[in-house]
């Protein structure tokens, strides 16, 4: 291998690995996504236990 050859793999191999960094802090999430995930994570929790509640009443209602 050259020298020149080797300058050419040097230079794209420092341009592959200064890419990755970037992508992988792309896909890194930050305070308000956690924030906002758990804010919805716990409103579909309280529609279904809603949801439930309802139905066991109207179960209940049906019966009697």
């Known amino acids: 291998m050259t020298e020149q050859d080797a300058g050419e793999f040097i230079s794209a191999m420092g341009a592959i690995t200064s890419r990755e960094p970037n992508t992988k802090i792309q896909t890194l999430a930050t ?3 956690i924030l906002d995930l758990n ?3 716990y409103m579909s ?3 279904q ?3 439930l509640v309802a ?3 109207a179960i209940v ?3 009697r």
């Open 61 to 63: 209602k049906f019966i």
């Open 55 to 57: 139905s066991m009443l």
């Open 39 to 41: 804010k919805k994570i």
């Open 31 to 33: 305070k308000d996504d």
């Open 45 to 47: 929790g309280l529609v």
């Open 49 to 51: 236990f809603i949801a």
